[in-house]
């Protein structure tokens, strides 16, 4: 996909009112996999970082959701960033990924709290997806979907 597709991509995706996703991860490959998951669905915003989310937050950047990678060596900012969150009042989704995480407790995190969610690291095909919509309201909840 070259410069000018991205470029029109974004565009399309501001004119269609389409939800924005602010994914922060330290690693490429992961921002590159929620991306291809995410992207037709959502506008992303890329942060390398808990220091460069912050950054995008202070200069105005609004999110519909935010997706934060746990498995990094910033981990313990982690919980300063979502604390900070709060402080700015963003009543946003948090989507938290791990491969800390097992499958079955991530799942029931979900379904016990209306801001936070969790995901186990690797995730199925399609599961961020799915959970991002969920989470935004773009799909039938979680709840719904588990048969709760």
């Known amino acids: 996909m070259g410069t000018v597709e991205v470029y029109e991509t974004r565009r399309a ?3 269609s009112g389409a ?4 994914v922060v991860s330290e690693s490429p490959l992961l921002r590159l996999a929620m991306g291809r998951e995410l ?3 959502v506008g992303l915003i890329h942060a390398t970082g808990i ?8 200069m105005g950047v609004v999110p519909a959701a935010v997706v934060v990678v746990l498995d990094s060596a910033e981990r313990s900012a982690a919980h ?17 990924v791990s491969s800390r ?7 029931a995190f979900g379904g016990s709290c209306l801001t936070h969610f ?6 199925r095909p399609g599961a961020m997806r799915s959970m991002v919509e969920s989470a935004l309201g773009l799909s039938e909840p979680l709840r719904v979907a588990a048969g709760r």
Not at 19 to 22: D, H, L, T
Not at 84 to 95: N, Q, T, Y
Not at 118 to 123: E, I, Q, S, T, V
């Open 101 to 107: 995480f097992c499958p079955e407790l991530a799942e």
């Open 39 to 41: 992207a037709p669905v």
């Open 51 to 58: 220091a460069s989310a912050i950054r995008r937050l202070e």
């Open 19 to 22: 939800p924005s996703v602010m």
């Open 80 to 96: 300063d960033f979502l604390a900070r969150l709060v402080e700015m009042d963003f009543a946003g989704p948090r989507i938290l």
């Open 13 to 15: 995706m501001r004119a």
């Open 118 to 123: 969790a995901l186990a690291r690797p995730w």
